[in-house]
């Protein structure tokens, strides 16, 4: 089999702070899509919500929420010398942003961008975690239920630049339905961003859980669906609310063979070889030969969990 190789890489951000600007915000992006490109990117994949902070976790009116941390077009000139950027290097990108939709809907919401500058696609996060009601107990909330819709556009894969793409957001990430739907419209590469607190202010889970979960979501789920995954965070101290870093690339093995070392704006970058996948596609996990979805109808018949089967 012959090898493709695409030049993949994870821009990590270090904390955006309440009093970043927008503009100072993608000045950060387009230096790491720079150093991408230099470091032979074709495909740059930045966090969940990058041009804010992770202001979910702020209890505030939808109306205040959406006029602050809000993009209602997209590209907007605030973010026009990222696109403008992509096209002139000729890369493209993967970004995260809160979208006020057209007709007034919020949506936690993810961009693909080709290597000429223009979109290609479009995810709006589907597992929406955290709560709609205020806990003024917690240290911080996690109101992504409030203030974001639920995406109305599916889990697509998108081809672009010859290569087919799947996007998710965060803690879609933890739900193997996310990859498996994606997987069987044959996407090579699944590319999200996320945002995650190191503390968890449902239980007290060890910090250190938080990172395991997180790396074992995306190993498990590039091995047993043959694809590579890029996840990018946006990590450290924002204004005082830690959340962890460890963006990786994965390959299809299940193996990490990337991964940040720091809690601040950093690139990795691989030569992923997008045949890889097809050694564990055409084999153990050969769809049209070995699923039984017949088997599976829970899946879709069931939500929660209930009584088992009579
Ligand atoms: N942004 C986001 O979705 N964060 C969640 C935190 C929930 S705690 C499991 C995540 O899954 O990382």
């Given at each position: 089999m012959t090898t493709r190789k695409l030049g993949l890489a994870v821009a990590q951000m270090g904390p955006v702070h309440l009093s970043d600007s927008r503009g100072a915000v993608v000045r950060r992006l387009v230096a790491m899509l720079r150093e991408a490109k230099a470091r032979g990117a074709e495909m740059v994949v930045f966090p969940e919500l990058?041009?804010?902070?992770?202001?979910?976790r702020y209890w505030m009116e939808e109306a205040e929420a959406q006029a602050r941390?809000?993009?209602?077009?997209?590209?907007n000139a605030d973010v026009q010398p990222l696109f403008d950027a992509a096209r002139e290097l000729g890369v493209g990108f993967y970004l995260g942003y809160a979208e006020l939709a057209e007709d007034g809907r919020p949506y936690n919401t993810a961009v693909l961008v080709n290597q000429r500058g223009d979109i290609a696609g479009k995810y709006r996060k589907i597992h929406l975690p955290g709560?709609?009601?205020?806990?003024?107990?917690?240290?911080?909330?996690?109101?992504e239920k409030k203030y974001f819709d639920v995406?109305?556009?599916?889990?697509r894969v998108f081809e672009s630049d010859a290569v087919k793409y799947g996007m998710c957001l965060c803690n879609d990430r933890r739900w193997p339905e996310t990859y498996r739907v994606m997987a069987l419209q044959s996407a090579e590469v699944v590319m999200l961003g996320y945002n995650t607190p190191?503390?968890?202010?449902h239980w007290n889970e060890p910090v250190h859980l938080r990172t395991t979960t997180h790396l074992v979501s995306l190993q498990a789920n590039a091995y047993q669906n043959g694809i590579w995954v890029a996840a990018a965070a946006k990590c450290g101290s924002e204004d005082g609310h830690h959340m962890i870093g460890s963006s990786v690339i994965v390959a299809p093995t299940g193996e990490i063979v990337a991964r940040t070392l720091?809690?601040?704006d950093e690139v990795i970058c691989v030569s992923a070889?997008?045949?890889?996948?097809e050694h564990f596609r055409q084999h153990v996990f050969n769809f049209a030969k070995h699923r039984r979805p017949e088997h599976y109808r829970l899946i879709v018949d069931r939500v929660g969990a209930g009584d088992p089967l009579p």
């Open positions: 990058a041009l804010t902070t992770f202001f979910p941390f809000f993009e209602a077009q997209m590209p709560h709609v009601e205020h806990k003024p107990e917690a240290p911080f909330q996690h109101l995406g109305d556009l599916g889990f190191s503390l968890n202010i720091t809690e601040e070889d997008l045949t890889l996948g």
